[in-house]
């Protein structure tokens, strides 16, 4: 089992910057997809980003404004969001499932693993 724990949420004003970090509990190898969703109210969760290896995927919404990024050493991926926008307002999520995939990452119903959630508020 993975635990996983998100942090860096917070308020922050359009056009600014948050980084979020996500701890597991216990080394994940190469093969692990590292994921980032986001909920909002009354929406269903959607797919943000995600990373397997060296490998980078993200939502056409947030391309060129947010990076993925994994810290192996200390078993911490992190999302670097710029340029933020009220529409990214939401509780992000980090998920993990324990292999590598290049198609179905996209999907929150294929990552067994979820952290709890840290909220993400973007004022105009």
């Known amino acids: 089992q993975v635990q996983l724990v998100e942090s860096g949420g917070g308020l922050v004003q359009a056009g600014g910057s948050l980084r979020l970090s996500c701890a597991a509990s216990r080394r994940t190898s190469s093969t692990y997809t590292m994921g980032w969703f986001r909920q909002a109210p009354g929406k269903e969760r959607e797919f943000v980003a995600a990373?397997?290896?060296?490998?980078?995927f993200y939502a056409d919404s947030v391309k060129g404004r947010f990076t993925i990024s994994r810290d192996n050493a200390k078993n911490t991926v992190y999302l670097q969001m710029n340029s933020l926008k009220p529409e990214d307002t939401a509780v992000y999520y980090c998920?993990?499932?324990?292999?590598?995939?290049?198609?179905?990452?996209?999907?929150?119903?294929?990552?067994?693993?979820w952290g709890q959630g840290t909220q993400v508020t973007v004022s105009s």
């Open positions: 990373v397997t290896g060296s490998t980078t």
């Open positions: 998920a993990a499932r324990g292999f590598s995939d290049y198609s179905t990452y996209r999907e929150p119903g294929q990552y067994p693993y």
